[in-house]
């Protein structure tokens, strides 16, 4: 990583040597992401976000969608009602996307210490809670979060609000900017407009969920997640006209197996 004057360090591609691999002796318990997404009749967010994290390298994912008990894609995730989840037996919790249940949301945020991703409409419903905790805002979510303008110091921005909620905070954008409560800043640079589209972020959280997982600190599964999604992105097999969310996964685990 690259570090300026100020002690903001730059993400780069060979950065993601350090993201984990799964070894030989594995076990999908070790590497397990309890994802909690969609709702009745919008499944689309659930799925991008539970095949994110199996390709960027998590062993099982279970799937719950509120107020649903249909068995969606991928085949591989195993659909469970959130009452049914042994959540301690997973390494990371992916809540949010697609989700409208606002009462169910901020209930699992506070039934559970995982590490999480919070991500759509669940960062706007964020109280706080013990647990580390992403939150992964566009601009418009991110003045949902905080009730005012985001301003031209997208940094600053950032800064002051990891430091006003405990949490980490990942803004997504052009340049996608990483802060922690103390202060710590990295920033990722190497995305384009094909990250501008819709499903994208659903895709991200369910592979930063995968880096937690696969015991990443936090920070560090933030900052890599998003590197890994934008080279990914960018990547000699990805379209550059017509490009879907949905090419994302496949592309991220050839990054990881380049």
Known sequence: MKRDANGISTVEAEDLARWPRRSGDAHKWRSAVWIVAGSPGLYGAATLAATGAFRAGAGYVTLSVPGSDASIDPTEAVCRPIADVEWDRHGALVIGPGMNDRVVARAVLAGNALPAVVDAA????????????????????????????????????????????????????????????????????????????????????????AGLALGLEPMLAAALGAELHAVAATSPGALRSGFMASDLPLLIAKVLDG
């Open 122 to 209: 669940a960062i706007a419903w964020f109280q706080g809670r013990s647990g580390p905790t992403i939150l992964t805002p566009h601009d418009g979510e991110f003045q949902q979060l905080t009730g005012k303008p985001l301003g031209e110091d997208r940094v600053g921005a950032v800064k002051a609000t990891a430091r006003d909620l405990d949490a980490i905070v990942l803004l997504k954008g052009p340049t996608t900017v990483i802060a922690d409560p103390a202060g710590q800043v990295y920033l990722v640079e190497d995305g384009d407009a094909r990250l501008a589209t819709a499903g994208t972020g659903d895709v991200l959280s369910g592979v930063i969920g």
